[in-house]
Structures are given as C-alpha cells and as structure tokens.
C-alpha cells in the first residue's frame, strides 16, 4: 500500500480489487475445466473478439471503466488466451492496483511462458512495489526470452543501475554497449552510454560515444551545439564525472529535437507510457483487419430523379438539411435553386444567367438552430437563405450587413469553415482573381470580410482540414492560376503558408482523405497531367511527402471540362476509393461523367473504372439510406440523375452523425462538428475522415460493428462512443475543457474534492475579445478549506492537486495556514476573481446569520434555495447563447429586520460560476452581442429604486468559492437592509448569509511548508453532475482514465518526483504540471487549538495556469514562461535560452524541468501496441 504522499489506495480502489480478484479466481476455475481453445466459427470466439477489441479501445482512448468491464469479460470468455489478461494486468498496473495488475499478468505468463513483454511488465509492476530484485529478474527473462526488446533492455539496465551495487554501472554500460550494436545512431543510446561510460571513469568508451555523437549532430541549433562543445571539453578533462553531468545539460537540450525523442522512444517509453497492451491475441488466431478486397465487379445503373417539369439544371447536390434521415436532392441552374421538399429559391446568376460552378450551392448552419440554411455564391453575388422547415426557406441576405461590394461581387463558389474555431460557421468565398474572401460569422445573423489568405488570387478548389494533425483544421487550395498552396492553421484565426511543398505545375482538383491508412489526413491532388498525388505531413514535421495514387488514363480528354475529386468508400470496403466526375459539359462528346479507382486490400487503387452515365457527376450520398453511396449527376440534357451503387459484396457500413449537444448554452461547438475529425475501429481496422457535413458514411468491409469512434470535436474537446449501431447520432458532452486544478483532501474517512485549487485567477493568454489577451491581475490567491473537510492522518494533512482539464499549471509557492480561532466565530476568504484582484487576507466574523427572504429577478421566492449550504443551487436565470453568459438577472436578499449598524458587515455568498473561455470570448466580442458584466451590489435609494453602490465585484473563483462582499456603509438611513447580487453569468448560488465583521479578534495563523510535495503521473477521475445547476464534482476514488484525454501543450515540464524546493516561497521557480497530473502535498499538524477554539484552513499558493483553448493567446506550447515582472503575455516562444525564467534559473532545466511532453500520446491513442 503506498503512502499517503503517492496515490492513495482508497477503500474504493480495495473493493475493485477484490472483485478484479474474484474474477480471476472464478476464471481460474473456468480455466481448470475447460482450457481448450474455441473454433474460429464459435459464437464464444466472436464474443471474445468483440470484448477483448472494445475493452483494447477503451483502454487506448480513456474510459477504463469500460476496460475493466470488457477485459475482465473477455477472461471469462476464454480464460486460455492470455493477451486478454496481460491488457486486464495493464490496465491496473496504470491505475497503479499492483495487487491486481500482478495476479492477472501472472496468469498471462503462465499461458504464455516465453513471452517477453510479459515478463517486461511483472518487471513494471514489481518495480512500481519497490521490489528491485524482483524487478530486475522479470526484466532478465524478457532480455532473455528476446534479446531485440530494446525497451526491456533499457528498463532492466535502470533498474539495475538504480541498485548500485558495486557491478552495477559496469553492466548497464554493457546493456547500452548492446542497445548501440542493435541501433547504431541511436541518440538516446548514445548519449547514456556515454554518460555511464563517463561516470565509470571509461574513458575510451566515453570518447567513442562523443565522437558517434559528434557525427549525429550536423544540422543541431546553435544552443545545442553549444552543449555537445562543453561535452567535449569535459570528456577531455582528468575527471570525467564532470563529463557525466555535461550529458544530462546536453539530453535535455535534445529534449526539444523530434529526432531525437523518436530515438530515445525506442528504449525508453515516455512516463505514463511504459505499460502498453496487446493487439493481437497470443494463442488464439487474431482476426485479419485490413481492408476487404475491393468490389471491383461493383457497377452504378442510372436511374432519373424524379422531375417537376421540363427545367434544365446545371449543378446538383444533396444536402441533409436536419442532420438526419436521407439527404435531400438540391438542382440548381443560373436562375433558379430547387429542393426535393418543395422549396424553389434565386440564384444569383447576374444579368447573364450564369450557372453555378460545382461549389456555388453551400450548405452551412450559419444561425445555430441545427437546420442546415443555404448560401449561394455566383456571378450575380452571394444570398443568403436562412431554413425555416424543409420545404420553406427565407432570404436574410440584408440582414448579414454586409457592404453591397461583398455582397454583390462576382463568386465562383464557397465553403463552410469555422476560420477561428470559436463555435459558428464562417465562408469562404471563391473569386476568379483576387484574394478570396472570408465572411466571418458574428453570431448575431451578421458578417464581416476579412482577408486571411494573403498572395492567393482566385479560387478553384478548397479543402479544410487538419493536415498535420495538431488539432486544427488547414487549408489545402487551387488558385485561379492553379498552383496548389497549403496554409497551416496557427490558431486565432491565422494561417502561414507552406513554402516548400515538394509539387510543381498545375492542378485541377483537390480533396482530403486518409489514403495512407496511417490514421492522418492526407491532401489528394490531382495535377493538369492527369496524375493523381497524395500530400502527407511528414511525421517528424520535416516536410511533406509526395506519392502518386492513380492515373488518369487519356487525360487530355477527360480534364477537357471542369472536373472536382472526392474521396469515399464506395464499395464499403473500409478503405477510401476516390472519384473524380467532370462538372461541365466537354467537347469530347466520349468522355465519361467519372472515374473511380477503387482502394485494394493492400493499401493501393486498382485502374480507374469509366462511369459512363451520367454525363456529369457532381458528388455521392446515399440517398436511400441504405449504406451505400450512389452516384449524383445530370444527363447530357440537364436532367437529375441518380447512378445507383449495385455491389456484389455485402460489405458492412456505418453511418455517424456528430452533433452539438444544444443550441443555447453553449456554442463552443459549431452544429454538425464541421471542421473536426472522426477516427473509427473495427477490431485493428482504422479509418480516419474530416468532418464535413451532419452525416458522415463509413465502409467497414468484412467488420460487423465499429468498436469505438474518436470523435474530436473542432473545439479541442474529444469523445469516444462503442459499440456504435449502423445509423447512429454522436453528441458532444457539454463538460469544461478548462477552468483551473482541483483540490483533494483527507477528511478523516477519505479524500474527496474541496474545492478548485490555485491558481485561477492568473490566466495568462486568456483572450478577453478580439483585440488583445488578458493582463495578469494577481497570482496569489487564498482559499478556504473548512474545518470538516481536512483531518490530519498520522500528524499530517494529506492533500492533492490534480490537473485534469487542458491547462498547463506554474505552481510558484504553495503553503497551508492552520487559522484556529475562538469557537463561535468563523474565519473566511474572499474567493472572487475581480480586476484588480482580490488583497489575500482572512476575515474574522461573528457566526452568519440567515437571511430573511430571497426573491429572483421574476419575483419567485427562492429562500429555500439559498438558505442553506446543501448543493442545490439557483437557477432561475435561463441559458444564453455561449456558455457562462446569460440574460441579466439578480437575487434580491432581505437581510432582516436585526442587523446592526456602525459595524463591518460582509455578505457571504457561496457559489459557483460556469467560465466562458478564449474562444466564447471572442466569439461574444463579434457583433451586437452583449458583453459579459461582473456581479454587481445594488441596494434601495430611499425613493422606490434601486443604486449601485459597488458596481464590479467579480465572481466566484470558479466551483465551491466564497464571495466575502464588503456591505459596510452602503444602506443609506432608513432604507430597509435589503440587496441585489446582479449580473448576467452563470453564476450559481448555494447559499447566501450575511455576518458581523470582528476585525480585532485575534486568530492564530501557522503557515506550513509542505514536508512531502511529490509530483507524478495519476490520470483522471470519474466527474459526476448532479444536474445542469451543479457543477461537475471529481470523485477522486474512482478514475476515468489513465491514458491522455487532452492534446498536451508541448514543452519543458518539471520532472516526476520531489518539487518541494520548487514551492519554498515567490521567486519565479516553478512547478510546471501537466494534465493527468498528481501533486501529493503533506503538512505536519501543529499541535490542536486550546479548549474553545477550533480550526480552519487556508491553501495558499502563487502561480500561472495557461489552458489550450485554440483562441488562447500561444495555446500550443508551454512557452512562453512567465515571471512576476511581466503582467502581459504577447512575446511569441522563441529559443528556451532566451526565456527571463531560464536565464535567472538556468539549473532548473538540468534538475526539475527535464520531462519533455508532445501532444504524440493523445494523437496516437488508438495505435498504442506492445508489438513492434
């Protein structure tokens, strides 16, 4: 059981134990009597492949509650295939259950004896035990049984070296000498080979290492070169222990290079990270998941969609207008737009009747109502067309403002985008010379033009999607000229362009697809020549690779006409097929209206198979809602035509359907996810596709369900879903993805969540509108712990800070005050946000009072609500359009008829607020909408009014906070003691008293150092929410997930461990924490207050919190640091060297903040894998 500074093995931990216990004793039974293995053809064999890949899911993307109930299932199943056990043993060693972890990877050994990765976590979980001998000899018979496990080998040598016994440096020396023969110019190797070497005093060996490392580093940045130099200078040095030290400066140095952590990955996993599961089972026969063969005998019969009259159209589509059921068929011509349900609207085709191009018809809801509006974009202008049923559609172009020279210029098409990701959908339009132009979206029915692709004139094709796979969604494009350029998103609305793409001549067409079937987005092009290329982000960010795909054979007669690509799977193969259909008439009066080149089993497209009616073919949808994608075209004379999908394979499919969770509240999601990305599973079977409308259709080829999808959403936000039927809606979860730690304390039965921690208030890059980031009001922040809430256990308070949102955390100094007063008095702190911040200080007061009487803004009595502290809240107020804002509103408090005068008096309110973020901020700050007010303190003038007399008090500091509201000197005389607490947050009351100040009554305060503060990995807990007027309360005792649910800010963070010298006092050396993270703090209890005295507490700490909201100002990365000094934060990262905090403490990046973190965990979650 480990010590109160660690993880606490809780009661609740015990009893999951215990039944993960019985499990195995219950399977071991099964296993005695029936260990023969099942018949691929059994149900028990297609019941153990359905829970042993949902509970792999599940422990990949972060619902553990779901993998301890599937594997464990999967055991029972078939309690002779051991992968199921070691993954079960996995999932508790990373929840750290060592108890359980070793029974059930004891059990997977014994059914796999002479398997290594087996043995590598016992070694793991005897380790983490603290049994090192233990340790080393589980990781010996893993070197053993394969002397290629370059991870074992790492890990056996550390521990070994961790022993220091006398032999202990010469045999890990041995294991590196071994690790360097296996991979020649590892880095990582290297360098631990040399500073080994040098902390022997092996001085041939150590300059051997430097010279391979010298080799290694042409082409390393100028502060790195800098480290390698006084390497090299130490190593010539008469003692190399000097040298030794110079290795550890130089590997953190190396830390920021992707080169070189790819290297040091391949012996040394990152933390968190060391214990990684089985794919494929280990007795049994692992199912095949590739791609089913392609349906190549697949034909499309054409079929005429039914017409009103004789019109002749010249685009059509089909757009889904509600996010469910079949899409509906639009046609359109140069005059006239026309819907399947009924609805007949203008295009603006100008004086000339000029006909849609193939993206002058754009589906987009730009009104948030979940109905899917349209905007036409042609040679007359751009209209607008807002849905107010299938079948009935109004034009409010005049009520978007824009000017009559955006309005009514000549387009060439357009696309739906969220350009700065802040939860509506903007437009780009295209133009055939000039820049394109952008209409951001304002949220209130208004645009604005903007320019955000500088160098590009005219527009031919358009992709929007995440390309690099950091989160954000770039732009892929064909000019008017038809070069293709990339812009990669920097967040904020800002794009730079890539200058070194590896292509050359023209393009025709472009669109996004993962035809690599590496879980990326890839660029598909297709060039003037006829050859169809793909675009890939280099992994390591090194460039961009180049891969033709396909050819188009006798191009010159196809590429005679406007033609537009698509990537889907139109044989549901589970692999993405591209179609190319012309979108003009052509003088070759042969061509076809498409080519399609179905993707094969192997990765490749077989030759491109001609589709010959009809003549033009402008997109596929499966229009029947059958699962399968059909053709959409218009024959020769500009009739509709659907070319109906006959396969001969019954390939599986599945339909989803991504969706906001609601439309007021909200709004940090666009409606349908556009912008965002969904990764699915079938077994091992990975696909990845943007999200690009409100119906997204995958082919799952011989897969009869999709195990889980990832959908993330374009907020940052991510959600998993299992077991997904065929036609299925995903809607995101409305939880915050940023606010502040939390703070956990033993009451003296368990630890359970106090309050949220400092710090709150110091957000730095938080953007407050479009024009600028937030300056620093204040960094040390005071909150009560309540005297029920914390008990000391064997002399100490044990309490935990948790980071589990999308934030980065700078602890500066952290204390605990023991306050003990006189009984009958009660002790607080204000625990407002408010510029300028709240002076940290405690208030001493006579014990509250009730209030009289409370009424809300209608008039509603609500005293029973706010009367006593008992987690139900006030809620009278409604929802507005963003999260945290709502309508104006107020509680009027009647504080009685007995309070005294002459006295300090506080209003104590307790409560909490639902923050906005960056991105809410800025999407509030667009347009007429009504900003965000603090809460301010009204009370009556005498005369049947009311006067503000403190008019910004802030809010509450986020959840459990106490606002201490100063309501000295502000009833004028003979007015009753009434007041209002008015604003328009989402600010939540739980109770409201009101007490006597006793600013001379004496307390005694202790400020305590944490004896113990040890910083480590702990992953995140169960969040629960008693309902939409609660906040969302963390149950430390049961967690939620060990893996990585937020994409890290990549940077320096402080390493795993000790960090008390870190929190000593305010002096800008931090503690830099990371989401997942655990802080375990203990106190040493003074001794207990005198008879008629009782305790409180107080945390005190100082510091910075930075979340990733993708409008936040430099959300990607740590950098750059903060200090004291610097109230604003508007200096772009640059070189860690050049940082203020580095240079004035250079050696804490040599001790503490060695632990480099990349956001690689989160994106690969899915691939995570034992086998190499």
Same mark, same amino acid.
């Given at each position: 059981?480990?010590?109160?500074?660690?993880?606490?093995?809780?009661?609740?931990?015990?009893?999951?134990?215990?039944?993960?216990?019985?499990?195995?004793?219950?399977?071991?039974?099964?296993?005695?009597?029936?260990?023969?293995?099942?018949?691929?053809?059994?149900?028990?064999?297609?019941?153990?492949?359905?829970?042993?890949?949902?509970?792999?899911?599940?422990?990949?993307?972060?619902?553990?509650?779901?993998?301890?109930?599937?594997?464990?299932?999967?055991?029972?199943?078939?309690?002779?295939? &051991?992968?199921?056990?070691?993954?079960?043993?996995?999932?508790?060693?990373?929840?750290?259950?060592? @108890?359980?972890?070793?029974?059930?990877?004891?059990?997977?050994?014994?059914?796999?004896?002479?398997?290594?990765?087996?043995?590598?976590?016992?070694?793991?979980?005897?380790?983490?035990?603290?049994?090192?001998?233990?340790?080393?000899?589980?990781?010996?018979?893993?070197?053993?049984?394969?002397?290629?496990?370059?991870?074992?080998?790492?890990?056996? /040598?550390?521990?070994?070296?961790?022993?220091?016994?006398?032999?202990?440096?010469?045999?890990?020396?041995?294991?590196?000498?071994?690790?360097?023969?296996?991979?020649?110019?590892?880095?990582?190797?290297?360098?631990?080979?040399?500073?080994?070497?040098?902390?022997?005093?092996?001085?041939?060996?150590?300059?051997?290492?430097?010279?391979?490392?010298?080799?290694?580093?042409?082409?390393? *940045?100028?502060?790195?070169?800098?480290?390698?130099?006084?390497?090299?200078?130490?190593?010539?040095?008469?003692?190399?222990?000097?040298?030794?030290?110079?290795?550890?400066?130089?590997?953190?140095?190396?830390?920021?290079?992707?080169?070189?952590?790819?290297?040091?990955?391949?012996?040394?996993?990152?933390?968190?990270?060391?214990?990684?599961?089985?794919?494929?089972?280990?007795?049994?026969?692992?199912?095949?998941?590739?791609?089913?063969?392609?349906?190549?005998?697949?034909?499309?019969?054409?079929?005429?969609?039914?017409?009103?009259?004789?019109?002749?159209?010249?685009?059509?589509?089909?757009?889904?207008?509600?996010?469910?059921?079949?899409?509906?068929?639009?046609?359109?011509?140069?005059?006239?737009?026309?819907?399947?349900?009924?609805?007949?609207?203008?295009?603006?085709?100008?004086?000339?009747?000029?006909?849609?191009?193939?993206?002058?018809?754009?589906?987009?809801?730009?009104?948030?109502?979940?109905?899917?509006?349209?905007?036409?974009?042609?040679?007359?202008?751009?209209?607008?067309?807002?849905?107010?049923?299938?079948?009935?559609?109004?034009?409010?172009?005049?009520?978007?403002?824009?000017?009559?020279?955006?309005?009514?210029?000549?387009?060439?098409?357009?696309?739906?985008?969220?350009?700065?990701?802040?939860?509506?959908?903007?437009?780009?339009?295209?133009?055939?010379?000039?820049?394109?132009?952008?209409?951001?979206? %304002?949220?209130?029915?208004?645009?604005?033009?903007?320019?955000?692709?500088?160098?590009?004139?005219?527009?031919?094709?358009?992709?929007?999607?995440?390309?690099?796979?950091?989160?954000?969604?770039?732009? /892929?494009?064909?000019?008017?000229?038809?070069?293709?350029?990339?812009?990669?998103?920097?967040?904020?609305?800002?794009?730079?362009?890539?200058?070194?793409?590896?292509?050359? /001549?023209?393009?025709?067409?472009?669109? !996004?697809?993962?035809?690599?079937?590496?879980?990326?987005?890839?660029?598909?092009?297709?060039?003037? @020549?006829?050859?169809?290329?793909?675009?890939?982000?280099?992994?390591?960010?090194?460039?961009?690779?180049?891969?033709?795909?396909?050819?188009?054979?006798?191009?010159?007669?196809?590429?005679?006409?406007?033609?537009?690509?698509?990537?889907?799977?139109?044989?549901?193969?589970?692999?993405?097929?591209?179609?190319?259909?012309?979108?003009?008439?052509?003088?070759?009066?042969?061509?076809?209206?498409?080519?399609?080149?179905?993707?094969?089993?192997?990765?490749?497209?077989?030759?491109?198979?001609?589709?010959?009616?009809?003549?033009?073919?402008?997109?596929?949808?499966?229009?029947?809602?059958?699962?399968?994608?059909?053709?959409?075209?218009?024959?020769?004379?500009?009739?509709?035509?659907?070319?109906?999908?006959?396969?001969?394979?019954?390939?599986? #499919?599945?339909?989803?359907?991504?969706?906001?969770?609601?439309?007021?509240?909200?709004?940090?999601?666009?409606?349908?996810?556009?912008?965002?990305?969904?990764?699915?599973?079938?077994?091992?079977?990975?696909?990845?596709?943007?999200?690009?409308?409100?119906?997204?259709?995958?082919?799952?080829?011989?897969?009869?369900?999709?195990?889980?999808?990832?959908?993330?959403?374009?907020?940052?936000?991510?959600?998993?879903?299992?077991?997904?039927?065929?036609?299925?809606?995903?809607?995101?979860?409305?939880?915050?993805?940023?606010?502040?730690?939390?703070?956990?304390?033993?009451?003296?039965?368990?630890?359970?969540?106090?309050?949220?921690?400092?710090?709150? /208030?110091?957000?730095?890059?938080?953007?407050?509108?479009?024009?600028?980031?937030?300056?620093?009001?204040?960094?040390?922040?005071?909150?009560?712990?309540?005297?029920?809430?914390?008990?000391?256990?064997?002399?100490?308070?044990?309490?935990?800070?948790?980071?589990?949102?999308?934030?980065?955390?700078?602890?500066?100094?952290?204390?605990?005050?023991?306050?003990?007063?006189?009984?009958?008095?009660?002790?607080?702190?204000?625990?407002?946000?408010?510029?300028?911040?709240?002076?940290?200080?405690?208030?001493?007061?006579?014990?509250?009072?009730?209030?009289?009487?409370?009424?809300?803004?209608?008039?509603?009595?609500?005293?029973?609500?706010?009367?006593?502290?008992?987690?139900?809240?006030?809620?009278?107020?409604?929802?507005?359009?963003?999260?945290?804002?709502?309508?104006?509103?107020?509680?009027?408090? @009647?504080?009685?008829?007995?309070? &005294?005068?002459?006295? &300090?008096?506080?209003?104590?309110?307790?409560?909490?607020?639902?923050?906005?973020?960056?991105?809410?901020?800025?999407?509030?700050?667009?347009?007429?909408?009504?900003?965000?007010? *603090?809460?301010?303190?009204?009370?009556?003038?005498?005369?049947?009014?009311?006067?503000?007399?403190?008019?910004?008090?802030?809010?509450?500091?986020?959840?459990?906070?106490?606002?201490?509201?100063?309501?000295?000197?502000?009833?004028?005389?003979?007015?009753?003691?009434?007041?209002?607490?008015?604003?328009?947050?989402?600010?939540?009351?739980?109770?409201?008293?009101?007490?006597?100040?006793?600013?001379?009554? !004496?307390?005694?305060?202790?400020?305590?150092?944490?004896?113990?503060?040890?910083?480590?990995?702990?992953?995140?807990?169960?969040?629960?929410?008693?309902?939409?007027?609660?906040?969302?309360?963390?149950?430390?005792?049961?967690?939620?997930?060990?893996?990585?649910?937020?994409?890290?800010?990549?940077?320096?963070?402080?390493?795993?461990?000790?960090?008390?010298?870190?929190?000593?006092?305010?002096?800008?050396?931090?503690?830099?924490?990371?989401?997942?993270?655990?802080?375990?703090?203990?106190?040493?209890?003074?001794?207990? *207050?005198?008879?008629? #005295?009782?305790?409180?507490?107080?945390?005190?700490?100082?510091?910075?919190?930075?979340?990733?909201?993708?409008?936040?100002?430099?959300?990607?990365?740590?950098?750059?640091?903060?200090?004291?000094? %610097?109230?604003?934060? @508007?200096? *772009?990262?640059?070189?860690?060297?050049?940082?203020?905090?580095?240079?004035?403490?250079?050696?804490?990046?040599?001790?503490?903040?060695?632990?480099?973190?990349?956001?690689?965990?989160?994106?690969?979650?899915?691939?995570?894998?034992?086998?190499?």
């Amino acid at each position: 059981m480990r010590g109160p500074d660690k993880v606490n093995f809780t009661a609740a931990n015990a009893v999951r134990a215990l039944n993960g216990q019985l499990i195995v004793w219950a399977a071991l039974l099964v296993l005695g009597c029936h260990s023969r293995l099942p018949d691929r053809t059994s149900k028990t064999y297609a019941d153990y492949v359905s829970a042993f890949y949902v509970g792999l899911a599940a422990l990949q993307v972060g619902d553990d509650v779901r993998a301890e109930r599937e594997l464990g299932r999967a055991t029972q199943i078939v309690p002779g295939e &051991p992968a199921a056990w070691a993954n079960w043993g996995v999932l508790a060693l990373r929840q750290r259950n060592l @108890d359980s972890a070793g029974q059930r990877l004891a059990q997977a050994q014994k059914l796999a004896p002479k398997n290594d990765h087996i043995y590598y976590l016992l070694g793991l979980v005897e380790a983490g035990r603290g049994r090192s001998g233990e340790a080393i000899a589980d990781l010996r018979k893993a070197v053993e049984l394969n002397p290629n496990n370059l991870i074992a080998t790492y890990r056996l /040598g550390e521990e070994i070296e961790r022993q220091g016994d006398a032999n202990s440096d010469a045999e890990f020396e041995r294991l590196l000498e071994r690790l360097v023969s296996a991979e020649p110019n590892n880095m990582a190797a290297l360098l631990d080979l040399a500073r080994v070497a040098a902390k022997r005093g092996d001085s041939a060996t150590l300059k051997q290492a430097l010279a391979e490392i010298k080799t290694l580093s042409h082409g390393w *940045p100028p502060e790195i070169q800098e480290q390698v130099e006084a390497l090299d200078v130490a190593a010539a040095g008469t003692d190399t222990r000097a040298a030794a030290t110079r290795t550890t400066f130089l590997r953190n140095a190396l830390m920021r290079l992707p080169d070189f952590r790819q290297s040091l990955a391949a012996i040394k996993p990152a933390p968190g990270d060391e214990a990684q599961p089985f794919t494929h089972f280990l007795r049994l026969e692992t199912p095949r998941f590739t791609p089913a063969p392609a349906d190549t005998a697949m034909a499309f019969s054409a079929e005429a969609l039914p017409a009103m009259d004789e019109t002749q159209w010249t685009w059509i589509g089909a757009v889904s207008l509600s996010g469910t059921g079949a899409p509906t068929v639009i046609e359109a011509n140069g005059t006239a737009v026309r819907l399947a349900s009924g609805a007949m609207l203008a295009f603006p085709g100008g004086a000339s009747k000029t006909a849609p191009q193939a993206d002058g018809v754009i589906p987009i809801d730009f009104n948030y109502d979940f109905k899917t509006d349209l905007v036409f974009a042609g040679a007359g202008g751009v209209r607008f067309f807002r849905q107010d049923g299938p079948d009935a559609f109004t034009e409010v172009t005049a009520q978007t403002k824009l000017p009559d020279s955006t309005l009514n210029a000549p387009y060439t098409g357009g696309w739906a985008v969220d350009i700065e990701e802040d939860g509506d959908l903007d437009l780009v339009l295209a133009t055939m010379v000039g820049e394109p132009v952008v209409l951001r979206n %304002n949220g209130d029915n208004t645009f604005t033009p903007l320019h955000e692709f500088p160098g590009v004139s005219g527009l031919r094709g358009f992709v929007w999607a995440d390309l690099n796979g950091d989160g954000n969604p770039d732009v /892929g494009l064909i000019d008017g000229a038809g070069k293709l350029h990339v812009f990669l998103n920097q967040r904020s609305g800002r794009f730079t362009e890539v200058t070194a793409l590896p292509v050359a /001549g023209q393009f025709r067409a472009v669109a !996004t697809g993962d035809v690599s079937h590496g879980g990326t987005l890839d660029l598909v092009a297709l060039q003037a @020549d006829g050859e169809i290329i793909r675009l890939s982000d280099k992994v390591d960010g090194s460039g961009w690779e180049r891969v033709e795909l396909a050819r188009i054979p006798n191009a010159t007669k196809f590429l005679s006409s406007e033609v537009r690509l698509h990537a889907a799977d139109l044989d549901n193969n589970g692999a993405v097929d591209l179609l190319l259909g012309r979108v003009t008439a052509s003088p070759e009066t042969n061509a076809p209206g498409a080519l399609v080149w179905l993707a094969d089993d192997s990765g490749g497209f077989g030759s491109a198979i001609s589709i010959s009616s009809p003549a033009l073919v402008f997109g596929a949808a499966d229009l029947k809602s059958e699962g399968r994608l059909d053709l959409l075209g218009l024959s020769k004379d500009g009739r509709p035509v659907q070319a109906v999908n006959h396969g001969t394979k019954n390939y599986y #499919w599945q339909t989803i359907r991504p969706r906001a969770k609601q439309a007021s509240g909200d709004q940090r999601i666009n409606s349908f996810g556009i912008g965002g990305q969904i990764e699915i599973r079938s077994g091992l079977l990975e696909q990845t596709q943007p999200i690009t409308g409100p119906e997204m259709h995958f082919g799952l080829g011989e897969q009869t369900g999709v195990d889980v999808a990832r959908i993330l959403w374009p907020n940052g936000s991510m959600r998993a879903e299992f077991a997904l039927k065929a036609d299925q809606q995903v809607v995101t979860e409305q939880r915050l993805k940023g606010s502040c730690p939390f703070l956990f304390a033993y009451n003296g039965k368990t630890i359970e969540f106090v309050k949220d921690a400092v710090p709150w /208030g110091s957000a730095i890059g938080l953007r407050i509108n479009n024009l600028g980031t937030a300056t620093i009001a204040g960094t040390e922040e005071w909150y009560k712990i309540p005297r029920e809430e914390l008990a000391a256990r064997d002399g100490y308070y044990d309490l935990r800070i948790t980071g589990e949102l999308w934030e980065t955390y700078y602890y500066d100094s952290l204390a605990l005050m023991t306050v003990d007063h006189p009984a009958g008095t009660e002790v607080f702190t204000d625990e407002r946000f408010v510029i300028p911040a709240v002076r940290p200080r405690i208030i001493v007061v006579r014990a509250p009072h009730q209030i009289a009487r409370a009424v809300d803004d209608k008039g509603l009595d609500v005293t029973n609500l706010v009367r006593d502290a008992d987690d139900r809240y006030l809620d009278t107020f409604g929802r507005g359009q963003y999260q945290g804002v709502t309508r104006d509103h107020y509680v009027e408090v @009647d504080l009685g008829d007995h309070v &005294p005068t002459g006295e &300090p008096l506080y209003l104590i309110a307790k409560g909490w607020v639902h923050p906005s973020d960056s991105s809410i901020n800025i999407a509030i700050s667009q347009g007429s909408h009504e900003q965000a007010r *603090p809460l301010s303190l009204e009370v009556p003038d005498g005369r049947g009014g009311w006067v503000v007399v403190r008019p910004n008090l802030g809010f509450p500091a986020g959840r459990k906070k106490i606002c201490m509201i100063d309501l000295s000197r502000v009833f004028p005389p003979g007015v009753p003691h009434k007041v209002r607490l008015r604003t328009n947050l989402e600010v939540y009351w739980d109770s409201i008293e009101w007490a006597q100040g006793l600013p001379e009554t !004496t307390v005694k305060v202790t400020r305590l150092a944490p004896s113990v503060a040890d910083l480590h990995y702990r992953g995140y807990s169960v969040i629960h929410q008693a309902n939409s007027s609660s906040p969302e309360i963390p149950d430390y005792n049961q967690l939620l997930s060990t893996t990585q649910i937020w994409r890290d800010l990549e940077g320096y963070y402080t390493r795993y461990g000790d960090v008390r010298e870190l929190l000593g006092g305010i002096d800008d050396r931090y503690v830099i924490m990371n989401a997942g993270d655990e802080m375990s703090l203990r106190f040493a209890a003074p001794e207990p *207050p005198p008879t008629g #005295w009782v305790r409180d507490y107080v945390i005190a700490g100082d510091g910075w919190i930075k979340d990733g909201d993708y409008n936040s100002t430099y959300s990607r990365t740590v950098q750059p640091l903060p200090y004291h000094a %610097n109230r604003t934060y @508007d200096r *772009p990262p640059g070189r860690l060297e050049d940082e203020w905090v580095y240079r004035h403490n250079p050696e804490d990046w040599q001790l503490y903040q060695t632990r480099y973190v990349t956001p690689k965990k989160f994106e690969d979650a899915m691939r995570s894998k034992a086998e190499k």
